[in-house]
């Protein structure tokens, strides 16, 4: 994570914790487009409904057992909209 906000030249917060992720949806929101949250599995639904789209077509109802998923939630016009981006790592990548 800090090579990649090194390179965006974007700094790390860190002072959200899980059960935070009122404050973290409130900081995101105010934040520069685009916001990446990096989150706990247990607290995704939290964060989620948070963000006030928990009822947006496609979310699955519960978070996968998975770790090579990104998800992709777009605000336009006031509206959620979402995509999952799998990143198809392969046997052995970290």
């Not at 935070?20 to 934040?31: H, I, K, P, R, S």
């Not at 995704?44 to 978070?63: E, F, M, S």
């Amino acid at each position: 994570m800090a090579a990649l906000a090194g390179a965006l030249r974007t700094p790390v917060r860190t002072e959200f914790a899980l059960g935070a992720e009122a404050a973290l949806v409130q900081a995101a929101l105010a934040a520069p487009m685009p916001v990446l949250v990096c989150w706990e599995h247990t607290g995704i639904p939290r964060l989620i409904g948070a963000l006030g789209a928990h009822q947006v077509p496609g979310i699955p109802a519960t978070w996968p057992d998975r770790y090579d998923l990104v998800w992709m939630f777009t605000r336009r016009r006031g509206r959620w909209s979402f995509r999952e981006l799998p990143q198809h790592l392969l046997p052995g990548d970290a």
